[in-house]
């Protein structure tokens, strides 16, 4: 197994990680999933103590929102991410894509790995989620029949073709996380990991922009310049 698969088995007790795709598919969804579940992955190692632990997970998961688009919206939906794509690959003319927080929450419910544990807003400049993750047993924490339920902000930039999304404030259970630990998440590039796939990193060095604005997330490729046979 190799270790992005196994530290997603160690994190969501599943040994079948989803098939990664390209960044244009979910836009910023994937990283706001990898976000949250560094959070859970660094709370259950420092949620040590057995008071701490129920303090901050529960026995009960929490009944999140959800958007289910119709079978016509979505085929749209996908229309529109399969032509930026083919602009993203043939870089031979800028095109924008726009996804609401609608939209990114119907691509959500398509996957069963997700489906139930996130939901994400798109507020002002930020990005927003909210988890309800089954926690499973990580050495001696028997964290197994437990749930981590919080909220999550995050910050997300694009400078010289590195996609930057920074924590910016977490909630679990309705409780701040420990200063130590959300200092230490707050410091990371949540993206790094994520762009350590070949074909991730390629399609993000095809990014023109990328903004977080008017209750969307707004992707724009780059033309790219063609040497004349």
Same mark, same amino acid.
């Given at each position: 197994?190799?270790?992005?698969?196994?530290?997603?088995?160690?994190?969501?007790?599943?040994?079948?990680?989803?098939?990664?795709?390209?960044?244009?598919?979910?836009?910023? +969804?994937? %990283?706001?999933?990898? @976000?949250? $579940?560094?959070?859970?992955?660094?709370?259950?190692?420092?949620?040590? =103590?057995?008071? #701490?632990?129920?303090?901050?997970?529960?026995?009960?998961?929490?009944?999140?929102?959800?958007?289910?688009?119709?079978?016509?919206?979505?085929?749209?939906?996908?229309?529109?991410?399969?032509?930026?794509?083919?602009?993203?690959?043939?870089?031979?003319?800028?095109?924008?894509?726009?996804?609401?927080?609608?939209?990114?929450?119907?691509?959500?419910?398509?996957?069963?790995?997700?489906?139930?544990?996130?939901?994400?807003?798109?507020?002002?400049?930020?990005?927003?989620?909210?988890?309800? +993750?089954? %926690?499973?047993?990580? @050495?001696? $924490?028997?964290?197994?029949?437990?749930?981590?339920?919080?909220?999550? =902000?995050?910050? #997300?930039?694009?400078?010289?073709?590195?996609?930057?999304?920074?924590?910016?404030?977490?909630?679990?259970?309705?409780?701040?996380?420990?200063?130590?630990?959300?200092?230490?998440?707050?410091?990371?590039?949540?993206?790094?990991?994520?762009?350590?796939?070949?074909?991730?990193?390629?399609?993000?060095?095809?990014?023109?922009?990328?903004?977080?604005?008017?209750?969307?997330?707004?992707?724009?490729?780059?033309?790219?310049?063609?040497?004349?046979?």
């Amino acid at each position: 197994m190799r270790r992005n698969d196994l530290q997603y088995a160690r994190v969501t007790g599943q040994s079948n990680p989803p098939k990664q795709r390209g960044c244009f598919f979910y836009g910023c +969804l994937a %990283l706001a999933v990898a @976000g949250l $579940l560094c959070v859970a992955a660094v709370a259950a190692v420092y949620f040590y =103590v057995r008071s #701490v632990i129920n303090s901050y997970t529960s026995t009960t998961p929490v009944l999140l929102e959800k958007v289910e688009y119709s079978k016509a919206q979505m085929e749209t939906l996908k229309a529109h991410l399969q032509t930026f794509k083919k602009a993203l690959d043939d870089g031979k003319e800028s095109a924008e894509l726009v996804l609401t927080a609608d939209d990114l929450n119907a691509l959500l419910s398509q996957e069963a790995q997700l489906r139930g544990k996130l939901f994400v807003r798109v507020e002002d400049d930020k990005l927003k989620g909210e988890i309800s +993750l089954p %926690l499973p047993d990580v @050495g001696p $924490l028997k964290l197994k029949g437990r749930y981590l339920n919080g909220a999550a =902000v995050f910050r #997300v930039a694009l400078d010289a073709s590195v996609l930057d999304v920074r924590l910016n404030d977490v909630l679990v259970q309705n409780r701040p996380l420990p200063a130590m630990i959300l200092r230490e998440l707050k410091g990371r590039n949540l993206a790094q990991e994520f762009q350590t796939d070949p074909r991730t990193a390629a399609d993000i060095a095809k990014f023109e922009s990328l903004q977080i604005t008017n209750g969307a997330v707004r992707l724009r490729s780059s033309a790219r310049k063609f040497e004349q046979k």
